[in-house]
């Protein structure tokens, strides 16, 4: 099993469109949760962290589940600009970060 | 506040040749990061300092990757010999202990 698994994607929708990417991570031990996007031919960049209570950036919304090891974020009211890959990340000891493959997003006009 | 600075850009080396990458980060972070990103694929770390020490490298494919960061400020990874496989775009990144990490905009390798 991968460490961080995501949603094989692509993900194509209109504007205005909510659109959900899950992510499922292995290692029960793991510390903090991250959503990261990362443009095309450009370096990732983060967007948001995720904590168990659950957190919202505007139309932005991620989610956390201990037990199940799941990861979520949803976006509502999709813009143009929300065209990118989302990656899934994982912090567990030594800081190390582990990613996921990447979820591909267009957003259509 | 100047980001992470990595050079060259862009590399077009044959297989079996040698390559160096070089990266400066963000001034004052203490802990900086290699990345290979294979087309299609999240990060892979590579390696992690910690100054000029190493705290994590279990994914640097020790046969022909090196890394140093003698001053603990820059650092350059070095493939030698390199193989098709090794094409990818490889990521530096910095952080101040245990915070937020920034990448600089990498390394573009082609391998032919």
């Known amino acids: 099993r991968k460490e961080v698994e995501q949603d094989p994607g692509p993900f194509n929708v209109p504007e205005g469109a909510t659109v959900a990417f899950n992510c499922t991570y292995s290692n029960s031990a793991s510390q903090s949760f991250f959503w990261y996007r990362q443009d095309c031919r450009k370096e990732p960049k983060l967007l948001m962290s995720?904590?168990?209570s659950g957190n919202e950036d505007g139309r932005f919304t991620a989610q956390l589940n201990r037990a199940s090891q799941y990861i979520s974020l949803l976006i509502r009211d999709s813009k143009l600009s929300d065209s990118a890959t989302y990656l899934c990340?994982?912090?567990?000891?030594?800081?190390?970060?582990?990613f996921g493959k990447g979820t591909l997003l267009t957003v259509n006009p | 506040e100047a980001g992470v600075a990595q050079s060259p850009r862009y590399k077009i080396i044959e297989k079996r040749q040698s390559v160096a990458f070089w990266c400066n980060p963000i001034s004052g972070h203490a802990t900086l990061y290699w990345y290979q990103q294979i087309l299609g694929q999240g990060p892979k770390l590579l390696i992690q300092?910690?100054?000029?020490?190493?705290?994590?490298d279990s994914q640097l494919p020790k046969d022909r990757f090196s890394a140093e960061r003698l001053k603990g400020v820059d650092s350059t990874l070095k493939i030698q010999p390199a193989k098709l496989e090794d094409s990818a775009v490889y990521l530096c990144?910095?952080?101040?202990?245990?915070?937020?990490?920034?990448f600089g905009p990498g390394t573009r390798l082609t391998v032919t």
């Open positions: 995720v904590y168990s």
């Open positions: 990144a910095s952080s101040q202990f245990t915070n937020e990490q920034y």
């Open positions: 300092f910690q100054n000029n020490g190493v705290v994590d």
């Open positions: 990340v994982v912090r567990g000891s030594n800081y190390k970060l582990t």
